[in-house]
């Protein structure tokens, strides 16, 4: 009988020592899968990029719109830059023709009258047209200067100067360069004898006229003729012109 109760018992601690056994190789078998689970968790479970909220993504527009702006002011500057280089070049050559040594200082309109002292006078005659002469007036000075309106022209003893062809009038006024001329018809008597008060001389004194046109300016020419001229009272005389052709054809 006591042998019964000993094997019961032994059996009874027998079994609950394999289940112990067994509970405890469960358990770790199961910490070990945790920690297989845990190491391979991260990856799967790691947290994901948190998207921007509102206020982030304007302060990263902003900050972009900002750089933007940089960039771009700074390309405008390059710009200024370039333009203001362009705009102080300086041109290649003078563009005052009045100043051909190109000093750079503009000298302005020639205002300056021709006259006996910066020019000389010649009075020659011509074929055609009839009873004309032709009157040149060459700058002989060394500055430009302007034959305004028309010569005062007085023969002989003239105590009057003779009228001028109004149609004869140029769009301008003949400016002279140095060593330059212009040029008047003159016609000295009718050609059908209807003229009066006609007479002979071999003196000739020409005047010039100023801007305003109301009277003579500077000193007046002597002009020595050849021959002695026959005028009488259908002398007239024309615009000083730049061209002879011009003069002629009155």
């Not at 830059?81 to 503009?106: E, I, L, M, R």
């Not at 205002?111 to 005659?125: E, F, I, Q, S, Y």
Request: include cysteine.
């Amino acid at each position: 009988m006591r042998s019964l109760r000993f094997s019961h018992a032994a059996r009874t601690t027998a079994l609950g020592t394999v289940a112990l056994a067994a509970a405890l190789s469960l358990t770790a078998c199961q910490g070990g899968d945790t920690s297989a689970l845990e190491s391979a968790a991260p990856a799967a479970d790691a947290p994901s990029a948190r998207p921007a909220d509102d206020g982030e993504a304007q302060s990263g527009t902003g900050a972009a719109a900002s750089g933007n702006e940089s960039a771009g002011g700074s390309g405008s500057g390059d710009e200024s830059a370039s333009v203001s280089g362009s705009a102080d070049a300086k041109p290649a050559a003078d563009k005052h023709t009045n100043n051909p040594q190109g000093s750079g200082k503009d000298d302005g309109p020639v205002t300056r009258a021709c006259d006996g002292g910066n020019a000389k006078v010649t009075l020659k005659p011509v074929t055609r047209p009839l009873n004309h002469m032709l009157l040149t007036v060459t700058n002989t000075g060394s500055t430009a200067c302007n034959a305004y309106h028309y010569p005062f022209l007085r023969f002989g003893e003239a105590q009057s100067t003779p009228p001028v062809y109004e149609e004869s009038k140029p769009q301008a006024v003949v400016t002279l360069d140095p060593g330059q001329s212009a040029y008047a018809g003159v016609m000295t008597s009718s050609a059908d004898g209807s003229g009066t008060g006609g007479y002979s001389t071999k003196q000739l004194i020409v005047s010039f006229q100023g801007p305003t046109g109301t009277g003579s300016s500077g000193p007046s020419a002597n002009v020595p003729l050849g021959k002695a001229v026959y005028v009488d009272s259908t002398l007239t005389v024309t615009y000083w012109q730049s061209e002879m052709g011009d003069a002629l054809m009155y």
